[in-house]
């Protein structure tokens, strides 16, 4: 099975911008997906097909992928954007098709 | 309103079997497959398997293969993720979320809610 590899932390000020990065050697032939998950509550889905965002979820959050290295960025960042962000993606082709990457505690400071 | 519910808090002992349950409403339940996830206590999301409820076709991560089961009941729009023998490290919240394949790709775009699972002696 593959991994995708987030780092475990990002901190950021209100109002600037924060970039995460999930790093996986399928990623350049597949989609990736973000998810943010605040606590106590479930998933939701920010970010699907690299850079496509969702009905409902705010301009200031977007995907971009290069090579074996996904981003998504926060881009004005606000108080509430506090949460974990989770990359994905899919393989068919894979032992285990889904995976999610390691997780991504986002700080506003 | 499209929706995934999902049946509410269990406690149980080693050994012990259970199934939980994830309803659909607001959407062609048929039509979409659904995906378990695994959060075990203050850890990451785990991947553990897909069914489509129009046929019951099913895939399982090797992680989780042989360890659950999962299942549908198309008359009522719901899914099942089982144990037979239920362990301590089973402990953990297991959420049911939809894969909307024609628009988002291989997204889980709708998430239930989540269903805690305790095993404790």
């Known amino acids: 099975s593959y991994e995708l590899t987030q780092p475990p932390s990002v901190s950021v000020s209100p109002g600037q911008t924060a970039r995460i990065t999930c790093s996986g050697d399928?990623?350049?032939?597949?989609?990736a997906y973000w998810y943010q998950q605040k606590p106590g509550q479930a998933p939701v889905l920010v970010i699907y097909?690299?850079?496509e965002r969702p009905s409902g979820i705010p301009e200031r959050f977007s995907g971009s992928s290069s090579g074996t290295t996904a981003t998504l960025t926060i881009s004005g960042v606000q108080a509430e954007d506090e949460a974990d962000y989770y990359c994905?993606?899919?393989?068919?082709?894979?032992?285990?098709?889904?995976?999610f990457g390691t997780g991504t505690k986002v700080t506003v400071l | 309103e499209v929706q995934l519910v999902q049946s509410g808090v269990e406690v149980k002992k080693p050994g012990e079997s259970l199934r939980i349950s994830c309803q659909g409403s607001?959407?062609?339940?048929?039509?979409?497959?659904i995906g378990w996830v695994r959060q075990m206590p203050g850890k990451g999301l785990e991947w553990m398997g897909i069914?489509?409820?129009?046929?019951?076709?099913?895939r399982y991560s090797p992680s989780f293969q042989g360890q659950v089961i999962l299942s549908v009941d198309k008359s009522i729009s719901s899914a099942y993720l089982q144990w037979s023998s239920l362990k301590a490290s089973d402990t953990g919240i297991y959420y049911c979320?939809?894969?909307?394949?024609?628009?988002?790709?291989?997204?889980?775009?709708?998430w239930g809610r989540g269903t805690m699972v305790t095993v404790s002696s």
């Open positions: 979320a939809r894969i909307l394949r024609e628009v988002t790709g291989d997204a889980f775009d709708i």
């Open positions: 607001g959407y062609t339940f048929i039509n979409h497959w």
């Open positions: 069914v489509y409820p129009g046929d019951s076709d099913t």
């Open positions: 399928a990623l350049p032939k597949q989609y």
């Open positions: 097909k690299d850079r």
């Open positions: 994905q993606s899919a393989d068919s082709s894979a032992t285990s098709p889904y995976v």
